[in-house]
C-alpha cells in the first residue's frame, strides 16, 4: 500500500489552518505537520527580511519533521519570503498568491477584482502582478461574456482595489472572529471595496474564511468571496501525482520508511506561543478536533 506523504504547512497563527482543512477533506491520503508561529503573529506588518529569516526557521523544522512538499499557508509570507525560501530549500514548496490570482480571474464576471490582505501583502503588490501574470499565461474566465469582451480588448480584468485589514487577525487570534467588534472593522474595510464596484473579492490572508460569515453578511450575495485554498489544494494535488511518477521512475528517491513513519497519524500540530489558545480556536474551525499540540521555540 502506498505511504501517505507529510506536507508540511506554516503560517503566523491558527490561519494556515483553513488551507490545511481543505487539504484534509480533498486529500485523503496525506499526514500533515503544522507549524504557528503564534509567539511572532501578526505577521502581517513585518518586514520581508524578517519573513524570510521566520520561513528559514520554520522550513528547516518542518523537513526536520519529514515534509516532503511545504505549504506557505501564509499570504505576507508568500508575497514577500517565498521566492527566497524556494531558492534555499530542495524541498517544493506552494504559496498563495499564484494559486489565488488565478482563482479570482476564472471566476470574476465584471473583471473587477478586490483584495482583502494584511498591509505587507498589500505592499507587496504581489497580487495585481500575479493576476496580470495568470492572463498572460492563459487563464481566462470561466464568463463566457466576460471572456469574449477581455479578448476583444473590450473589457479589462484586473486588481482593482486592495485595502489593507491590520485589526483582522489579532481579533481570529483572540477567538473574536464572530464578535460585534468584528462586524463593526469589517464593515469600515469593506466599504472602499464597494465604492469601486468591486464583483470578486479574495480573501488574501488565510484567517480571513475564519470570518467568512461576517463577510458574506455584509457583502450580500452580488460579491463573490474567493478563497486560495481551493486552489492551493488543486495545485498540491497535481504535484504530489508528479512527486508519486517522479519517485516511480527513480528521479528523486522516496524517503525512508522512518521519515514517514511507522504510526498512524493524520495530523500534528507545533506553535510558538500559547498551545492552549491555538487548540481552542483551532478547533471552531477544523471538523477532527486538535487535541494534542506542542510548543516549539524556534530563533533567539
Ligand atoms: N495568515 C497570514 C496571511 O495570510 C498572516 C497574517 C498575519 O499574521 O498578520 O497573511
Not at 480533498?26 to 508561529?37: A, M, P
Not at 523544522?61 to 514577500?80: D, H, K, R, Y
Not at 493576476?131 to 480584468?157: T, Y
Not at 498512524?264 to 477532527?288: C, H, I, K, M
Request: glycine share 8%.
Amino acid at each position: 500500500m502506498k505511504k501517505p506523504r507529510v506536507i508540511g504547512i506554516f503560517d503566523s497563527g491558527v490561519g494556515g489552518l483553513t488551507v490545511m482543512k481543505e487539504i484534509l477533506e480533498q486529500l485523503l491520503d496525506v499526514r500533515i505537520v503544522y507549524f504557528g508561529d503564534t509567539a511572532r503573529v501578526p505577521y502581517g506588518n513585518r518586514s520581508r527580511e524578517e519573513l524570510i529569516r521566520f520561513g528559514e526557521e520554520i522550513v528547516t523544522f518542518l523537513i526536520g519533521q519529514g515534509a516532503e512538499v511545504i505549504v506557505v499557508a501564509c499570504n505576507s509570507s508568500s508575497a514577500t519570503a517565498l521566492p527566497i525560501l524556494r531558492e534555499r530549500f530542495d524541498v517544493p514548496m506552494i504559496g498563495m498568491v499564484e494559486p489565488g490570482a488565478r482563482l479570482a480571474v476564472e471566476k470574476t464576471i465584471a473583471g473587477r477584482i478586490g483584495l482583502i490582505a494584511t498591509e505587507t501583502t498589500v505592499r507587496s503588490k504581489a497580487y495585481s502582478s500575479a493576476v496580470s501574470r495568470a492572463l498572460a499565461k492563459g487563464s481566462l474566465p470561466e464568463d463566457l461574456v466576460l471572456r469574449e469582451a477581455w479578448q476583444q480588448g473590450e473589457q479589462p480584468i484586473s486588481l482593482i482595489k486592495a485595502q489593507g485589514c491590520p485589526l483582522f487577525v489579532p481579533l481570529i487570534e483572540a477567538g473574536l472572529a464572530n464578535s460585534v467588534e468584528a462586524r463593526g472593522i469589517a464593515q469600515t474595510y469593506l466599504a472602499p471595496l464597494h465604492a469601486e464596484g468591486v464583483d470578486t473579492l479574495i480573501l488574501g490572508c488565510t484567517h480571513y474564511p475564519f470570518l467568512e460569515p461576517v463577510l458574506r453578511e455584509i457583502l450580500g450575495e452580488d460579491v463573490l468571496i474567493v478563497d486560495p485554498a481551493l486552489a492551493v489544494v488543486k495545485e498540491l494535488e497535481i504535484l504530489l501525482q508528479h512527486l508519486d511518477e517522479w519517485e516511480q521512475s527513480g528521479l528523486i528517491g522516496s524517503p525512508s520508511p522512518s521519515v514517514r513513519g511507522k504510526k498512524q497519524w493524520r495530523a500534528r500540530y507545533y506553535v510558538s506561543g500559547d498551545p492552549e489558545l491555538f487548540r481552542q480556536v483551532g478547533n471552531t474551525l477544523l471538523q477532527e478536533p486538535i487535541d494534542h499540540v506542542e510548543q516549539v521555540i524556534l530563533g533567539e
